[in-house]
């Protein structure tokens, strides 16, 4: 679960991270109001779920009240990257900028620990950077039961050359960011710019944070702080009943139970020449009522001309699947055809109940993709 | 021969009690697997009443080991409970720890990693559907009818794609050494890395089915592996060519990953690596065969 910059950088600050004054504003009179609060001059920066936002125009500087509600008039509503803007955070100026650092803890998947990052050349162009300049991406892997060592802090402060009288309020921000990582199950922290201001102090102007998702159940107040309006209605329905779903610009709609499964399916409906309209992962052990929810989940986009249904089943069992789908068209009017393949687990009652029902069934993937597709061409012409 | 799993494998179900445990551990059982005990913490004493077997129920994987001489233990614990299951296992002096448990946040299994570091202890999963050497032992949930014996060797990050390409070998008449689950969690126990080794070890393995997915780099290092180590034929297939790029908030995923991670740069690095990378599952054994 990704968090907005103004959240993440609340609970930077809960650990020690040193940001700027500010607060959140959803139209332009509140943001004037906010600025005169601020002392004037602010930067008003839209809150979406996406980075890249000064580079597509969401983030604007402004030396006044009026200029910051001009600044909010013409951010909100702005669509960033397909995210509508509903928000902008309004945070006072930094007094001068001298450089912008990059500092982010993540994980490493190939060292299997946490790993902090850092770049003396921080900024928007970061990614650049690493591209040409990849020396200058600095990197430490935490142990997990030592946390970040004195000694690791200093290497990145020496290593990005930053002035001496910053080391201690440096050590103290990598250690605040593992902290806040640690502590809120993150799967990333970033600071992207740490900027040493005109007054030669270290302030963190950006934050992105997300959470691990596994740990939400966990994580009570964290999860309190999902966006849900960044989130497609069907996409948020499709989570709360546990499954995975993504919306797609194509024609044939998939069921399938499994990632690894759900992409091949997809890949082959293409590969026999067709389109998928989503990605959909009914997970393991998908009840009847799963498979209902999923299955309207699909209808509900006009675009769809074709369903595959691709089960295999390991702790998901065919019978229960073949359940599902009767009792969802039972619920469900639908003038679409239906294709499905189920194998393994229970396979064989499942089919049973299939054909009572006189579905169409297919025994292998390139099959059932050849079928749904070619349904999917009747069903447009 | 075979990897892993095998009729020497004498097998304890943690949380053989719950809905999936009981249902699991018939299959297990109903497809020759040495299941010799239980554990269901304050059930201990209690019986498993199985289809074909009765099985011994302990309160702990320590009194379940002492009793029965398992050497290895699945584990069907909900998330919550399945770290503490997995430490659990590795302090009972298992050998072999299957965890089919999803769910569990990242933080938690760095933690349990870094623990079973310190012994010699091999975790395979989570998130996982386990492993089955065909004729003599299944131990996880990859539907026992679909594989036969024989001499490929297959590893997967994903569960059921790894039936599809079971299913599809065994269809052609092509039989399997040991089948391998390894899961597709940020952070799990073997890596692909790992059980090619075990395959091209394997005596009977004759050459080796991959598959992998988009994300992480696992896919490049294997590749980086079997360009070096492997003498035995590699064949793989990738999911996910046509999966819509994910948006990315930060920058440290870009940093990190920079072009790899898709699905095209992998299929790059293994076909550099000397690997045939098929272009959809059911091409895999016209491939191999
Ligand atoms: N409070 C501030 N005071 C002065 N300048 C600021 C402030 N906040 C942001 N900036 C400037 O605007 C730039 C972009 O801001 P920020 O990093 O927050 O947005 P961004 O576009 O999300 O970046 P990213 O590319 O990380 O998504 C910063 O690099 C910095 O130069
Ligand atoms: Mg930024």
Known sequence: ?381 | MSILVDKNTRLLVQGITGREGTFHTNQMIAYGTNVVGGVTPSKGGQWFEGDDKRVPIFDTVKSAVEATGANASIIFVPARFAVDAIYEAADAGVDLIVCLTEHIPVLDMIAARAYLETRRITLVGPNCPGLLTPGQAKVGIIPGNIAMPGNVGVVSKSGTLTYEVVDALTRRGIGQTTCVGIGGDPISGVSFIDVLQLFEDDPETEQIIMIGEIGGNAEEQAAAYIARNMTKRVTSFIAGRTAPPGRRMGHAGAIVEGGSGTADGKIVALRQAGVTVADHPDQIVDLIG
């Not at chain 1, 601020?38 to 839209?46: E, H, I, T, Y």
């Not at chain 1, 998928?276 to 209902?292: C, H, M, S, Y």
């Open chain 1, 1 to 381: 679960m990704n968090l907005h910059e103004y959240q993440a950088k609340r609970l930077f600050a809960e650990h020690g991270v040193p940001i700027p004054d500010g607060k959140v504003a959803s139209s332009p009179a509140e943001a004037r109001q906010i600025a005169r609060e601020l002392g004037g001059r602010v930067v008003v920066k839209s809150q979406v779920h996406v980075g890249g936002r000064g580079k597509a125009g969401g983030i604007g500087l402004a030396n006044t009240p009026d200029e910051a509600e001009a600044q909010a008039a013409r951010i909100l509503g702005m669509d960033i990257k397909g995210y509508k803007v509903r928000r902008v955070l309004v945070d006072q100026q930094a007094p001068g900028i001298k450089q912008e650092i990059y500092l982010a803890v993540l994980i490493d998947r190939a060292a299997r620990r946490p790993m902090i990052m850092a770049s003396a050349a921080g900024g928007m162009d970061i990614e650049e950077v690493a591209a040409t300049t990849p020396e200058k991406i600095l990197t430490v892997h935490i142990e997990p039961a030592l946390g970040v060592r004195g000694y690791q802090a200093t290497y990145l402060a020496s290593a990005m050359d930053l002035p001496r009288e910053l080391w201690r309020d440096f050590h103290k921000i990598v250690a605040s960011l593992y902290a806040c990582f640690q502590a809120n199950d993150a799967s990333l922290t970033e600071i992207n710019p740490l900027v040493i201001t005109g007054e030669g102090k270290l302030l963190a102007l950006d934050g992105k944070m997300s959470i691990d998702d596994n740990a939400l159940s966990r994580q009570t107040r964290l999860a309190e702080m999902r966006d849900t309006d960044e989130e497609p209605p069907a996409e948020r329905e499709a989570r709360l009943s546990g499954i995975n779903f993504i919306q797609l610009e194509g024609n044939i709609g998939c069921m399938v139970n499994g990632a690894g499964l759900a992409m091949t399916t997809m890949d082959v409906i293409k590969l026999f020449g067709g389109d998928p309209a989503n990605f959909l992962d009914i997970g393991g052990g998908a009840k009847a009522e799963q498979v209902t929810t999923a299955l309207r989940l699909i209808l509900s986009d006009p675009n769809v001309k074709a369903v595959l249904i691709n089960i295999f089943g390991g702790i998901t069992r065919g019978d229960e699947v073949a359940r599902g789908i009767i009792e969802a068209l039972a619920q469900i009017d639908t003038a679409v055809p239906l294709i499905v393949r189920l194998a393994g687990t229970n396979a064989k009652e499942g089919m049973e109940i299939l054909a009572e029902a006189k579905m169409e069934t297919a025994v292998t993937l390139s099959d059932a993709a050849q079928k749904a597709v070619a349904a999917a061409k009747r069903g447009a012409s």
